[in-house]
């Protein structure tokens, strides 16, 4: 399997010499050159699959140049129950993602995925145990280091330290928007005293954090001198970690091959539900790929009229489900790469303009920059949004009926999954995090705090370690310069 870049003008490459970087060096995303097929006889033969060797089974199609020995090797000690030992009561933590009904009436069938159930309780630790499991295989491999170097609005950042921390040959520095995650969020990322662990808190918004690792990124000889890697969601093994959760859900929702399903997942910087655009153009039976945004509704506005107008700073929302904080999806160009029928040079000019102008408008409008608006509904995607309001009432609905508290990005997930039903079809919406990572606002909706899995009672009061700094690039870079030595 070769991957090429959104943006056309970088060598083909192997999974494993992209694994540990980010943008390709023309600034473009790594995808493969085709999607791998999967037919009806492996679909079967996967529903008696533990996610483990699920997962190896998915890998397997993307990562052809690791040994199939090792690999599965990497699989089996990532994805065990020791590991994801957060589960509710009543879920099964063998399972990895248990599935839990939530409504089963001839109207509507809604289910909820648990992803959140790893070491730091949100589902970026689906992908982040096996990036970190898969970066020290490769780096002891090559006798090499790595200085990773990424952003958060909150749940990625703790789930690549808590990754990678005591990793050898791993450094990680996290970029997070100063004041502006929940209490919890900040404690766990900020409490962790590793030496290899960097936490800066940047004075601005997600959009800032993440401009400043593309820039980074952008500087190639910078980045080969500092070893520079990413986490990020524009890392393709993170998306395809992910891919591996929508074949379970869909597995485990269904009988047979003849029947669809569909997913709604709460929103921003694209990569969640990019997974689950891979897996159906990889052949899953998928009906409708539901975008849930919050007040920060940039990927909601593309998915209703075909414009994708990126919000400035001071246009960003800070909201209570913080983690969708974001007004530049960075995963966005892959599915705009399909959309475009895999056309790099115009995919290339309108990010460019993304850059310089803003946006961009396919809604084939008079002045539009093309007409594939219309092409959308081809690919499944539908939007909706959610708000403060309808936050709280989800919470507290969900709650009522179904006996189960959910936290603030999940209540989007249902407020917009439940707008987007159908008879017949099976609804998945994808938990994102526990509620005790947003404590604030369950009080808020339940008057009661969230209940908390055992070791996390007393996050906030841990001393904390964290450098404060500004947007400034050259500043950035001559941090990371000090602290690795190089």
């Known amino acids: ?91 099964d933590a063998t399972q990895i993602t248990p599935l839990r009904v939530l409504e089963a009436s001839e109207q509507r069938k809604l289910l909820l995925q648990a992803l959140s159930n790893g070491p730091t309780l949100a589902f970026k630790d689906m992908a982040m145990q096996l990036l970190g499991n898969l970066f020290e295989y490769t780096l002891a491999k090559n006798n090499a280091e790595l200085n990773i170097f990424g952003a958060t609005s909150g749940d990625t950042g703790s789930a690549a330290e808590y990754a990678m921390r005591g990793k050898k040959g791993i450094r990680v520095f996290m970029l997070s928007p100063h004041k502006k995650m929940s209490a919890f969020q900040t404690a766990q990322m900020f409490s962790l005293q590793d030496p290899n662990i960097f936490n800066i808190a940047v004075e601005g918004v997600f959009d800032d954090c993440q401009d400043m690792v593309k820039a980074v990124s952008n500087d190639l000889g910078y980045k080969q001198q500092q070893k520079i890697g990413t986490v990020n969601s524009i890392n393709w093994a993170r998306v395809v970690a992910q891919v591996v959760y929508y074949f379970r859900g869909y597995l485990s929702a269904t009988t047979s091959n003849d029947q669809k399903v569909s997913f709604t997942v709460p929103s921003g910087n694209f990569g969640n539900i990019c997974a689950g655009h891979i897996a159906r153009m990889m052949g899953l039976p998928i009906a409708k790929l539901v975008v849930a945004t919050n007040e920060n509704d940039v990927l909601d506005e593309f998915f209703r009229t075909g414009i994708y107008r990126v919000r400035k700073s001071a246009e960003t929302w800070h909201t209570t489900s913080p983690s969708m904080d974001i007004s530049k999806a960075s995963n966005f160009e892959r599915f705009v790469f399909d959309l475009l029928g895999s056309d790099a040079a115009r995919v290339k000019a309108l990010f460019n303009k993304v850059e ?53 990005h999940t209540a989007d997930g249902i407020k917009v999954a439940l707008e987007h039903a159908e008879p017949g079809v099976p609804m998945i919406v994808l938990e994102t995090a526990l509620p005790a990572k947003f404590n604030e606002t369950i009080k808020e909706a339940l008057g009661r705090d969230a209940e908390r899995p055992v070791g996390f009672e007393s996050i906030e009061s841990l001393p904390q370690r964290f450098t404060v700094m500004s947007t400034d690039v050259t500043k950035m870079k001559a941090f990371i310069a000090e602290k690795t030595g190089l």
């Not at 970088?10 to 085709?34: H, K, W």
């Not at 007409?371 to 081809?378: H, N, R, S």
């Not at 499944?380 to 959910?406: C, M, P, W």
Request: proline share 3%.
């Open 356 to 408: 310089t102008q803003g946006g961009f408008d396919l809604s084939g409008q008079p002045g539009s920059d093309g007409d594939e608006f219309q092409k959308i509904a081809q690919f499944g995607f539908v939007s909706g949004k959610s708000v403060h309001a309808d936050r709280l009432q989800t919470i507290r609905a969900v709650e009522k009926n179904y006996g189960i508290t959910i936290d603030t």
């Open 1 to 91: 399997m070769q991957y090429a870049s959104t943006r056309g003008h970088a060598a083909e490459q192997t999974f494993s010499e992209i694994l540990l970087g980010g943008l390709a060096p023309d600034g473009g995303l790594y995808l493969p050159c085709e999607y791998p097929l999967v037919s009806a006889d492996e679909l079967n033969a996967w529903r008696q699959l533990s996610y483990a060797d699920l997962a190896f089974a998915v890998l397997s199609k993307f990562a052809t140049d690791i040994p199939a020995a090792d690999l599965k090797a990497i699989t089996d000690k990532t994805y065990t129950a020791a590991v994801y030992c957060n589960a509710r009561a009543g879920e």
